[in-house]
């Protein structure tokens, strides 16, 4: 069994990649919460499973794709871990049939049992890659610190900064909003870009009061909201949910709901 020195590379970059599992599958979980809620109140869930699926294309599908290129392609060539490799590449398979049937749901029922399958076999996949795989891959000697490095879809995000340095929430407008340029939800998302930095706050903190338990919006912001979060945290503690959906480096997607 290989030692690994307490702070070395390899430990970095293995509690590197199970906080994005965390991440992932903290999102996942809550994108099928809010689904079933939305039926328990007698909404139609058709918003909450776009978002889902879309979710799962831009995030989790690449997190898969990224992973079959790297760590299972030398987990293929390792006696030990080869058929844990054949394993999770099947699950992948499943994973994309499951994002499949949610699309296609087409009637209440069917998208809850979709998104709650969904769920199930990703939360059990990333299980398995945190407990089995990646400690597999540690044992064998595989440098995982330069096998993917500057792999962002297995890594998550690079390391956050201390702040934009504006002083608060909201530095000078970026680029334009794809949609809406007053703040206006639209579609699930609340785009602050085009708001002087004044206005950032009150309309985030307006939109978050008016939002249903279970809901969530996508705050899309030309900087990480990072000071935001203390904010959240300072004023409703226990209260609120984040989590980043897009980490930059032009348009930070943040979803913050009610749990």
Request: aromatic residues 6%; charged residues 25%; contains cysteine.
């Amino acid at each position: 069994m290989t030692t690994q020195t307490a702070g070395s590379p390899q430990d970095t970059v293995l509690a590197t990649i199970r906080a994005h599992h965390d991440q992932l599958g903290r999102t996942m979980s809550d994108h099928a919460v809010t689904i079933v809620r939305s039926i328990d109140k007698l909404q139609s869930p058709s918003a909450r499973q776009e978002v889902l699926v879309a979710f799962c294309a831009e995030e989790v599908l690449p997190h898969a794709e990224a992973e079959e290129e790297t760590l299972y392609r030398v987990a293929d060539a390792l006696p030990a871990t080869r058929l844990l490799a054949q394993a999770m590449r099947d699950e992948h398979v499943l994973l994309r049939d499951r994002v499949g049937e949610l699309e296609r749901a087409s009637t209440p029922g069917e998208a809850v049992a979709a998104a709650a399958t969904l769920n199930a076999l990703f939360q059990s996949h990333l299980d398995k890659e945190n407990e089995l795989l990646l400690p597999a891959l540690a044992d064998a000697g595989v440098d995982l610190a330069a096998l993917l490095d500057g792999m962002h879809e297995i890594l998550g995000a690079p390391a956050e900064t201390d702040g934009c340095g504006c002083g608060g929430c909201g530095c000078g407008a970026g680029e334009p909003a794809a949609e809406d340029a007053d703040g206006a939800l639209v579609v699930g998302e609340l785009d602050v870009r085009r708001l002087i930095p004044a206005q950032r706050h009150e309309q985030i903190f307006a939109t978050f009061r008016e939002l249903p338990a279970g809901m969530s919006f996508v705050l899309v912001n030309d900087h990480d909201p990072k000071p935001l979060y203390y904010q959240f945290a300072a004023k409703h503690p226990g209260e609120f949910t984040w989590d980043y959906a897009e980490s930059g480096p032009a348009v930070w997607r943040v979803r913050i709901g009610r749990p």
